[in-house]
């Protein structure tokens, strides 16, 4: 999906860049043998941080593209695939 209209915000790469920061975290983890649950609750908490992005870039898309958008159909074509992406998600 391109969206012409869509800029990011300073906060999804932000939020991204934390997140690597904790995928690196989990994957030293791995390497001092932690336990799992440890781990778990790590991987927990980058599967929630993931869903916030989304949601941000989801929001981003409906302010920017969605309520800028001439062609009509093509911007629900564009909502109804960022939607169903992100549903995907769970």
């Known amino acids: ?4 209209h869509c800029q990011h915000s300073a906060d999804v790469n932000r939020r991204l860049a ?6 690196n975290g989990i994957r030293e983890m791995v390497n001092e043998g932690r336990p799992c649950g440890d781990l ?4 927990s ?4 941080a993931i869903t916030q ?3 941000l870039i989801l929001t981003e898309h ?3 593209c969605v309520r800028s958008g001439e062609d009509t159909d093509e911007v629900i ?3 109804q695939t960022a939607i169903d992406q992100f549903a995907k998600l769970k």
Do not use: D
């Open 77 to 79: 074509a564009q909502l």
């Open 62 to 64: 409906l302010e920017h």
């Open 40 to 43: 778990l609750t790590q991987l």
């Open 1 to 4: 999906m391109h969206c012409p």
């Open 18 to 23: 934390r997140i690597s920061g904790q995928l």
């Open 45 to 48: 908490s980058v599967n929630s």
């Open 53 to 55: 992005v989304a949601k």
